[in-house]
């Protein structure tokens, strides 16, 4: 089947109806994405910005042994942390990481959804999924109120992660396990 001509797909696209409601949360945004990511088990730990890098060395104290954090990771972000890092590792590293941490590129607070698109300081694709344990940090500016807004923040030809909570599956006779296809274990905080 040939290609159809740009301008027949550009007015295809245009002509799609988008008279749906955009937008179901005006107020408590952050409240709200709080409580979802916290339904799917998550560590939701929300903090000012003076205190993110003490949160940041703190959560990783509790973590003990080698974590792999983006080359391109603000170095204010882990400025307190005496654990062992690991800047930008390579993915035969990756394995023997006690955990990773990451920015994120938005985040939508009817969902509880965090969007990796690798971009700064979030690293690789496979940062984010092969340590059992994964932090990101989620800046208030970061969460949309809802999924229209929060897509039109994002470029589509970016590889892009949705995060709902820590990996789960219940493919295995109906058992809920964690872990199989991304982190076990997952802590956000959102720094206000």
């Known amino acids: 089947m040939p290609a159809r001509p740009a301008a027949e797909v550009a ?109 700064p300081a979030q690293g690789p694709r496979a940062l984010s999924l092969v340590p059992d344990y994964h932090l990101i940090v989620v800046l208030a500016g970061q969460v949309a109120p809802d999924v229209p807004e929060a897509l039109e923040r994002l470029d589509p030809h970016r590889p892009l992660t949705f995060v709902s909570g820590p990996s789960a599956t219940s493919d295995i006779e109906l058992s809920r396990v964690e872990g199989v296809h991304g982190p076990r274990n997952l802590e956000v905080v959102i720094s206000e």
């Open 11 to 119: 007015a295809d696209y245009a002509a799609i109806d988008r008279g749906y409601l955009r937008r179901h949360h005006e107020d408590g945004v952050l409240d709200l994405f709080a409580e979802r990511v916290a339904d799917y088990r998550a560590t939701v730990l929300r903090v000012p910005a003076a205190e993110l890098a003490a949160t940041v060395a703190e959560r990783l104290a509790a973590r003990p042994g080698v974590h792999g954090v983006p080359a391109d990771l603000p170095e204010e972000w882990t400025s307190r942390v005496t654990a062992d890092l690991a800047r930008g590792p390579d993915a035969a590293a990756l394995d023997g990481l006690a955990g990773a941490v990451t920015g994120c590129a938005a985040a939508i607070a009817e969902t509880g959804t965090i969007v990796l698109d690798h971009g």
